[in-house]
């Protein structure tokens, strides 16, 4: 079996591991907004499309991609070795015929999987409970452009779980105390806006900003959350977080040929 058979076999094992009762944390910060949306919904009669609109795509473009998907892919993609590590069952994974680099592309395919159906789900739960309850928002669904904006934003949920996921992964394996960096990390994103051009491709969000299909009206402090940037075409914007990840994954890989199983120090 080649590299990629044995990648895409480490995948299916890990997805018919199935989710753990410390993945459930994760579930709830992926429909949490759905909750408060059918709160939303059943309390206030009042209906703007623009105003739903403007409330959607905040709580995507900063709730979701700024914290939700964010410390959900610091959850999930953090244990992927490490937590083999703690269960002390790396080094029969090691033992197996098979390639590291294999074994750790499945991993992170598998996290990938995750946390793209549970936030790609929870994204897709809340545009349709937030357009569905009122007659102008069905329309918007049926006849107007909100087909593509559920599109743009399935994407960026898609392309943030892969950034997010392979810098977390890379964490987990080149630092001893990942949580450090990824403070370091959100810090960052936070603050993306405000750095020089040549700084800004080095975030997961600058590639995400052009596929956002609505921009926010932000005003003081949450003009923060913002990423100011030069128009970028949709292609160039995916190609980017593509060969992004690509970069990080292939660290990863690079570092995981050198890794040794040791348990004294967990």
């Not at 949580?179 to 600058?206: Q, Y």
């Amino acid at each position: 079996m080649n590299a990629m058979g044995q990648a895409f076999a480490v995948m299916r094992m890990e997805l018919r591991r199935g989710v753990s009762w410390r993945s459930f944390w994760v579930i709830a910060m992926a429909f949490a907004p759905t909750v408060i949306i059918a709160a939303h919904a059943i309390e206030d009669h009042t209906h703007p499309l623009e105003q739903e609109t403007l409330i959607l795509n905040g709580i995507v473009q900063i709730y979701y991609v700024r914290f939700g998907i964010f410390f959900g892919c610091l959850g999930v993609f953090l244990r992927l070795v490490r937590g083999e590590v703690a269960e002390r069952t790396l080094h029969y994974l090691f033992l197996a015929p098979l390639r590291r680099e294999a074994l750790l592309v499945g991993k992170f395919l598998a996290g990938v999987v995750t946390t793209v159906l549970v936030f790609g789900t929870g994204v897709l739960a809340s545009f349709l409970l937030m357009y569905g309850h009122f007659g102008e928002g069905r329309a918007f669904l049926a006849h107007g452009p909100g087909p593509a904006h559920l599109r743009l934003d399935l994407l960026v949920v898609g392309l943030a779980c892969l950034g997010y996921g392979a810098v977390f992964l890379a964490f987990s394996l080149l630092f001893k105390n990942p949580v450090v960096p990824a403070v370091a990390l959100l810090l960052w994103e936070g603050v993306n806006g405000a750095l020089p051009a040549w700084l800004k491709h080095v975030s997961v969000t600058f590639y995400l900003k052009p596929l956002f299909p609505v921009e926010l009206p932000m005003k003081g402090v949450l003009s923060l959350f913002t990423v100011v940037a030069e128009p970028t075409p949709v292609w160039l914007a995916v190609s980017g977080l593509f060969s992004f990840t690509f970069l990080v994954v292939a660290l990863a890989c690079w570092r995981m040929r050198g890794i040794e199983v040791s348990y004294s120090a967990d």
